[in-house]
């Protein structure tokens, strides 16, 4: 298996620009978590979805952020106008029923919002 | 709230050193605690996973440790290398299958 897959990998984009992060998850995994990395706040959970239904989205910052996941192999994260302080790098995990509790990584995006 | 707190913040020690990374968190009621490597520009790789009813866990040179009642976790990297050089992140589940992160310890090992 491939892994957990983002696109795109780096994302340079101009204030009140819309920014679509893609993911997808590995076969077989059931539930998807985005995180956003900065260095100020570190790791945070924005969303989670189960069985493509999202179950916790109290992480996501503001109405400007939204998460969908149409299928069990794609998921995306849309911010929309974007800000600097958007700026982050933004990472996508997934967790099925016979991984246990571990849950594995995307390589992640960076997106830097000018 | 739980918090996880990570000590030191950074560390630099010459290779073949024997190393402890402190982790601590302030809710004990957890479903298990996890530590992670991240390499510069990289995504994160799980190393060790200790269920809230073990007290460590092993993978190679890497031992992990947990006392839940004290809120405390440590793991131990024996026989360091310039390998190991990374940012080592944990974090702790809870019932809700929510990490909650430290902000990590920067690990360089000089050789």
């Known amino acids: 298996d491939a892994g957990v897959i983002q696109s795109p990998r780096h994302e340079v984009t101009e204030m009140g620009q819309e920014v679509t992060l893609r993911c997808k998850p590995i076969s077989g995994h059931n539930s998807l978590f985005w995180y956003r990395q900065t260095m100020m706040r570190g790791l945070e959970l924005l969303i989670y979805f189960n069985n493509n239904v999202p179950i916790d989205d109290s992480g996501m910052p503001e109405d400007r952020f939204s998460a969908k996941m149409p299928n069990a192999s794609f998921s995306t994260l849309k911010i929309q106008p974007s800000e600097p302080r958007d700026s982050a790098v933004y990472f996508c995990?997934?967790?099925?029923?016979?991984?246990?509790?571990?849950?594995?990584f995307g390589p992640g995006t960076r997106l830097t919002v000018l | 709230k739980q918090e996880v707190t990570q000590i030191p913040a950074a560390l630099s020690v010459p290779e073949g050193e024997n190393l402890v990374l402190n982790c601590s968190f302030t809710d004990s009621a957890i479903y298990n605690l996890q530590w992670f490597r991240q390499d510069p520009g990289k995504g994160l790789t799980s190393l060790l996973l200790i269920q809230s009813s073990q007290r460590e866990q092993t993978s190679g040179r890497l031992n992990a440790s947990l006392d839940k009642s004290s809120g405390r976790s440590t793991l131990y990297i024996a026989a360091s290398q310039p390998g190991d050089s990374a940012t080592y992140l944990c974090?702790?589940?809870?019932?809700?299958?929510?990490?909650?992160w430290g902000a990590g310890t920067k690990l360089i090992i000089k050789p």
């Open positions: 995990a997934s967790h099925g029923p016979l991984t246990g509790d571990e849950q594995f």
């Open positions: 974090a702790v589940m809870g019932s809700n299958y929510q990490l909650i």
